[in-house]
T-cell receptor, first 109, second 112 residues
Framework: KNEVEQSPQNLTAQEGEFITINCSYS?????LHWLQQHPGGGIVSLFM???GKKKHGRLIATINIQEKHSSLHITASHPRDSAVYIC???????????FGTGTSLTVIP | NAGVMQNPRHLVRRRGQEARLRCSPM?????VYWYRQLPEEGLKFMVY????????ESGMPKERFSAEFPKEGPSILRIQQVVRGDSAAYFC??????????FGQGTRLTVV
């Protein structure tokens, strides 16, 4: 069993749709990251969360520590949002990162 | 303050050669993590280093792979006698203590 589970694995949306990607984890964590990776590209950290909710532009990330669950929301999706979104947790006390397998998002104009 | 710098971006090696991948962490960051992304697979942890110390290398293959993070200079991931199965994207990330980790652009290693 993976320490981090993401769903869905693949997601296709029409431009303008509201998108949710989910992440569940099974280890104790000090923080959770949402990462974005474009095809052939590097990895960009979108959010680091240890509690509550963060918002950046059209992106919103939430975390529920008790339920060991996080969600990434994209409002008013755009084709440039097409990428792989990866949930990563930083475990505690053992300071190691575990990654979900990623959600491949395609936004169609 | 430049981000995490990895070089080279692309590296081609013949089977049996050595590959050296470099990661310069963000200024002030003393923690470096290396990850590997095999084709069509997710990211897998390899090794966690602090300056001059290997903290956790549980994700490193037992042979041919080594990593260091010297007092001065970048962190180096070294792969000796590369094989085709080593072809992957290798990413590093850096952080200071438990602060946010920042990722590099990755090095894409192709073994021919």
């Amino acid at each position: 069993k993976n320490e981090v589970e993401q769903s869905p694995q693949n997601l296709t949306a029409q431009e303008g749709e509201f998108i949710t990607i989910n992440c569940s984890y099974s280890v104790g964590i000090s923080a959770l990251h949402w990462l974005q990776q474009h095809p052939g590209g590097g990895i960009v950290s979108l959010f680091m969360l240890s509690s509550g909710k963060k918002k950046h532009g059209r992106l919103i990330a939430t975390i529920n520590i008790q339920e060991k669950h996080s969600s990434l929301h994209i409002t008013a999706s755009h084709p440039r949002d097409s990428a792989v979104y990866i949930c990563a947790v930083r475990s505690a006390p053992r300071d190691q990162f575990y990654f979900g397998t990623g959600t491949s998002l395609t936004v169609i104009p | 303050n430049a981000g995490v710098m990895q070089n080279p971006r692309h590296l081609v090696r013949r089977r049996g050669q050595e590959a050296r991948l470099r990661c310069s962490p963000m200024k002030g960051h003393s923690h470096v993590y290396w990850y590997r992304q095999l084709p069509e697979e997710g990211l897998k942890f390899m090794v966690y280093l602090q300056k001059e110390n290997i903290i956790d290398e549980s994700g490193m293959p037992k042979e041919r792979f080594s990593a260091e993070f010297p007092k001065e200079g970048p962190s180096i991931l070294r792969i000796q006698q590369v094989v085709r199965g080593d072809s992957a994207a290798y990413f590093c990330a850096s952080s200071w203590m438990n602060t946010e980790a920042f990722f590099g652009q990755g090095t894409r290693l192709t073994v021919v």
